[in-house]
């Protein structure tokens, strides 16, 4: 960590020089990944999250398309999909969750093999 991360003034730093651009740079890159880390940790308390890993995912299970309508809309992502983009908690839970990946999405070979991927065992 650089001096101003252990308090003194930022400010002080660039008036004399004391700080370059890439100093700066780490800097803020250390604030911004322990902002997120706090802010994980408060969501965590938050009541919508305290609900246990298998209740989620029998959530998400009904943004799943229907087999018989595959989504094939690359405009839009999946509704499961969507999910993932809520929350780590949310994200974790979606992507460790095979079941929620067994309708295959089709309109590129890298998502078709992700798919696959994350459906695991599951009966597609």
């Given at each position: 960590?650089?001096?101003?991360?252990k308090?003194?003034?930022?400010?002080?730093?660039?008036?004399?020089?004391?700080?370059?651009?890439?100093?700066?740079?780490r800097?803020?890159?250390?604030?911004?990944?322990?902002?997120?880390?706090?802010?994980?940790?408060?969501?965590r308390?938050?009541?919508?999250?305290?609900?246990?890993?298998?209740?989620?995912?029998?959530?998400?299970?009904?943004?799943?398309?229907?087999?018989?309508?595959?989504?094939?809309?690359?405009?839009?992502?999946?509704?499961?999909?969507?999910?993932?983009?809520v929350?780590?908690l949310?994200?974790?839970?979606?992507?460790?969750?095979?079941?929620?990946?067994?309708?295959?999405?089709?309109?590129?070979?890298?998502?078709?093999?992700?798919?696959?991927s994350r459906?695991?065992?599951?009966?597609?």
């Open positions: 960590m650089s001096q101003s991360s308090g003194w003034s930022a400010k002080a730093f660039i008036v004399t020089g004391g700080l370059g651009t890439s100093e700066l740079d800097d803020i890159g250390e604030a911004e990944r322990y902002l997120a880390f706090l802010h994980r940790i408060r969501n308390q938050l009541p919508a999250l305290r609900v246990p890993s298998e209740i989620l995912e029998y959530i998400f299970s009904f943004c799943q398309c229907h087999p018989e309508q595959p989504h094939r809309d690359r405009r839009h992502p999946p509704a499961w999909v969507v999910v993932t983009h929350c780590h949310w994200r974790d839970v979606a992507l460790s969750s095979p079941r929620l990946w067994r309708n295959v999405v089709t309109y590129s070979q890298p998502w078709m093999e992700e798919t696959l459906s695991k065992e599951v009966p597609l």
